[in-house]
């Protein structure tokens, strides 16, 4: 399939306006700020306990035990149960070993073949699928959603996962001493769930595997190189009814085309306002009231630009079995982001024309409607929707063609 990265639709303008992403980090005063604070801890630690100590960033060799002080400041809040995906048998406190789990496990014959893979443990990878469920929507399809860890923050990022070909290798691996229930609950299962307890059970009497089966479905293979939104959460566009931005038009345009196919995966990324967080995001959002961009609003906070980063969603996709990709963006960032250090290969950019420059375009404007809310209906219209857009096209390098004579 020919690709499409080379992005000849509409290229950038020739203007000296454009910033390459977070071009001013170097001169944050937040990163110093914090970097500074960071320091002081380690240089107090280790300095004031004995004046014979060495500075641990000095030491020729590395610690052999944790710091406590950085491993409760690094450890999620929530306290959980050991997990055979991101702690050892012995952190566990499990007497069994991994090895002879996995060999002498039976797998039920309603979840899927689990191939070990010796060379790469779940424990290795950024972000591991923790538990999927079925969704059905208002049209009778549905999709799966999973839940995702990871290694790099403490948030839980999410893959919208239609058709039954793709699937989670972290989910559907076996963990140790887990019953064929446990699985049914995080979702490592294939065909769809029958709805056999009866009331009986759910009067008390405990949920055992007997109680358990699926319901067979045939698999349809992938035909095509499947279609993907890496999709950052906005609370604003896709909750709040926001005409500033087109993001929850751009999420629900992606399920739409999702379910048209038949098949394909929207990683959604917990980055709020381009990585810089909701109260940061209020907080530009007053600036843009006084007349400065998007852009310039981020930067006057002391943020980059965008401030989002992709290895997580890198690692969700390589989970999800996806090497290569059709990426339904106008960012060409995101295309060199996903594609950097990795074995993703975008094939296809899919652009994402604003409904309502769309209708421009066609000569539709008259005819056109604002939708608000339902999926596959929202539309977005406004000055400020078209200002935020055209600063994007001219200064954030995204590749969506200005109507002629808008006037913004």
């Given amino acids: 399939m020919a690709c499409d990265i080379s992005m000849t639709e509409a290229p950038a303008p020739a203007q000296s306006t454009y910033l390459p992403r977070n071009a001013i ?27 014979h100590s060495r500075h641990p960033l000095h030491s020729d060799t590395p610690s052999s035990q944790s710091k406590p002080d950085d491993a409760a400041f690094l450890q999620t809040p929530v306290p959980r149960r ?55 929507t208002p049209d009778g399809s549905e999709y799966f959603l999973h839940i995702y860890e990871n290694a790099k923050d403490k948030k839980e990022h999410m893959a919208f996962v239609f058709g039954d070909a793709i699937r989670s290798k972290s989910l559907d691996k076996v963990q140790l001493n887990e019953t064929e229930m446990d699985r049914v609950k995080r979702g490592a299962y294939t065909g769809r769930l029958r709805d056999t307890v009866s009331e009986d059970l759910q009067n008390g009497a405990s949920t055992t595997a007997i109680n358990y089966s699926t319901e067979a479905t045939e698999t349809t293979p992938l035909t095509r190189v499947p279609l993907t939104r890496i999709h950052s959460e906005c609370f604003t566009g896709e909750i709040g009814h926001s005409a500033r931005c087109d993001c929850g038009e751009q999420l629900d345009e992606a ?17 709020e306002g381009r990585g810089i967080g909701l109260g940061e995001k209020l907080r530009a ?50 295309i060199e982001q996903i594609e950097k250090d990795s074995q993703i290969k975008v094939v296809e950019r899919v652009p994402m024309m604003p409904k309502s420059w769309e209708a421009i375009e066609m000569g539709m404007e008259a005819e056109f409607q604002v939708k608000e809310g339902a999926v596959e209906n929202k539309i977005v219209k ?21 109507p002629s004579g808008m006037n913004v």
Avoid at 36 to 48: E, I, K, V
Avoid at 103 to 118: G, K, M
Avoid at 309 to 317: F, G, P, R
């Fill in 255 to 271: 399920i739409r085309l999702m379910k048209a196919e038949g098949s394909g995966v929207i990683v959604y990324l917990r980055q």
């Fill in 25 to 51: 980090d170097h001169m944050n005063p937040f990163f110093f700020r914090s970097h500074a604070h960071a320091h002081s801890h380690n240089h107090s630690r280790y300095h004031h306990g004995s004046k």
């Fill in 82 to 136: 050991p997990s055979v995906q991101i702690d050892s048998p012995v952190q566990a406190n499990l007497a069994m070993p991994v090895a002879s789990t996995v060999v002498s496990y039976n797998t039920p014959p309603a979840t899927p073949p689990l191939a070990q893979d010796p060379s790469k443990t779940i424990s290795d990878a950024i972000a591991w699928c923790t538990a999927r469920a079925r969704i059905p």
């Fill in 285 to 334: 959002y007053n600036l843009q009231d006084l007349g400065y961009d998007t852009v310039m609003a981020n930067l006057m906070l002391n943020h980059g630009a965008d401030e989002r980063t992709y290895e997580v969603a890198q690692a969700i996709l390589e989970d999800l079995g996806l090497n290569q990709i059709r990426l339904l963006t106008n960012n060409p960032d995101k």
């Fill in 382 to 402: 406004g000055k400020e929707l078209d200002k935020y857009l055209k600063v994007k096209v001219e200064r954030m390098r995204h590749i969506i063609t200005i």
